[in-house]
């Protein structure tokens, strides 16, 4: 799930309907990092959580920074490898 969200932010021959799911948050401060994506507002809570668009930028979100600022996938799939998820 992770490196189907990577391919859609950096690369450009994925396919349009993966890439129009993730939208990376904007704003005019510099927060909490970079490559952020904005979460889907569920419609319901039974399917809406569970959908594959809002659990994957969840699960994106938090990645460290350092995972998220990748810039090549098999660098990507190293560090996240070593990375333990709780849910």
Not at 13 to 24: A, E, I, R
Not at 63 to 76: D, G, K, Q
Request: proline share 3%; net charge positive; charged share 20%.
């Amino acid at each position: 799930m992770l490196t189907s969200v990577f391919k859609c932010l950096h690369y450009n021959g994925y396919p349009l309907y993966m890439k129009d799911m993730f939208n990376v948050r904007t704003g005019s401060y510099s927060l909490r990092g970079t490559n952020v994506l904005k979460l889907a507002t569920p419609k319901t809570t039974k399917y809406g959580l569970n959908s594959f668009k809002y659990f994957a930028s969840k699960i994106w979100n938090s990645l460290p920074e350092s995972v998220r600022t990748e810039s090549t996938i098999l660098s990507f799939k190293q560090k996240i490898r070593n990375l333990r998820f709780e849910l």
